[in-house]
């Protein structure tokens, strides 16, 4: 085998270990174990299959079979359709479930997901295509939204689709509310539908500066300078949550006390468990749009534009000097979301197959 370094051990991970998908021709088992290999291709047996070795991977890649970036491996139970057509509305199927997603977007780039998805969810059904969109921030509290997507899940029939996003203070908190998505999945299956947890992270300082960028939006400044003086007053006395912290916690006070490796290692754990779709967003809404696709393909719905992009303009008044930039890096390094999404991109994405394909 090949020694990386010190630290890392190169393997390969898939998710739950509750499913077996049959992708582009290939078994995919479902679990999230290391299995070390060596550059050719093979592995140390321990009683899981990989994927595919890492090596061989860049090969399905150039044939457009998957790669990183294409949650077809990620998808776990969950076997997208092959056909999408331009108009928006549902397709001709049967099909039905319930799609709780949650996302780490800040600013109008998540804002226009949300409103995408909104808006799929209001178009108009023909015959007995029912769909419908609830936000945990509608809730003055987590137990009536809990309530109200329980009570949906019960009505959930035939061609009905029911989306659902947990966020702000009445959403999810996954480390202790698993037991409800376990819930919800058994009611959701018990009807013959598919449920699916997904989520959309972001880039560590990508999220960072899309914070800034919201923040700056919103900020009753008189000047440019005087906001730059209060966000790095902030950065370092009073830093905003963090996406781990936010995922597990549902935190907005901050970093929780928690070691930072176990932080890292129970988020890794979580998705493995409950999340059917995972992906991270860059400056160009890739993982946005890799999200909206791999909706339109699980409802068979389809739309006629994609969600919008941020812009990456402030119009020049705001500007991100190297201190502000490295006291970003240091704030994510300290809450655990630099080694978080950094994980998440070599478990999900295939972030670092260029190291074996030499």
């Not at 077996?20 to 140390?44: F, K, W």
């Not at 999340?275 to 809404?285: L, P, Y």
Request: one cysteine or more.
């Amino acid at each position: 085998a090949v020694l990386l370094s010190s630290t890392v051990r190169i393997g390969l991970a898939v998710l739950s270990n509750e499913h077996t998908a049959h992708v582009t021709g290939l078994e995919v088992h479902n679990n999230l174990d290391d299995v070390d290999i060596d550059v050719n291709g093979n592995y140390i047996d321990n009683g899981e299959e990989p994927i595919l070795p890492i090596n061989k991977r860049k090969l399905a890649v150039a044939r457009g079979e998957y790669g990183p970036g294409r949650p077809a491996e990620t998808v776990g139970h969950v076997v997208p359709g092959d056909n999408i057509i331009d108009d928006e509305g549902p397709h001709n199927n049967d099909e039905c479930g319930v799609i709780l997603y949650d996302h780490n977007i800040p600013g109008e780039g998540g804002d226009a997901l949300d409103g995408w998805i909104e808006h799929l969810a209001a178009v108009p059904r023909t015959g007995e295509h029912r769909a419908s969109f609830t936000s945990s921030e509608k809730f003055d509290s987590k137990d009536s939204f809990l309530g109200e997507v329980t009570n949906q899940i019960r009505s959930l029939g035939p061609k009905d689709w029911k989306i659902v996003r947990s966020n702000g203070k009445s959403g999810l908190a996954f480390l202790e509310d698993g037991g409800e998505l376990n819930a919800w999945r058994d009611l959701v299956e018990e009807r013959n539908c598919k449920f699916v947890a997904a989520i959309v992270f972001s880039d560590a300082l990508d999220h960072s500066i899309r914070r800034t960028k919201r923040m700056f939006e919103e900020c009753d400044c008189s000047y440019a300078d005087e906001f730059k003086e209060r966000i790095m007053e902030t950065v370092v006395s009073n830093p905003w949550t963090g996406q781990l912290d936010r995922f597990l916690f549902n935190s907005y006070n901050g970093t929780q006390e928690m070691d930072m490796r176990d932080k890292v290692k129970r988020g890794m754990e979580l998705l493995k468990k409950h999340f059917s779709i995972v992906m991270v967003d860059d400056t160009n809404g890739r993982g946005a749009d890799d999200f909206a696709t791999e909706l339109l393909r699980i409802t068979g719905w389809s739309a006629s534009r994609r969600p919008k992009k941020a812009s990456i303009s402030d119009d020049g008044e705001l500007l991100y000097s190297k201190e502000l930039v490295s006291k970003f890096t240091k704030m994510s390094s300290k809450n655990g979301d630099a080694d978080f999404i950094d994980a998440v991109n070599h478990v999900y994405h295939n972030s670092l197959d260029y190291l074996m394909l030499q």
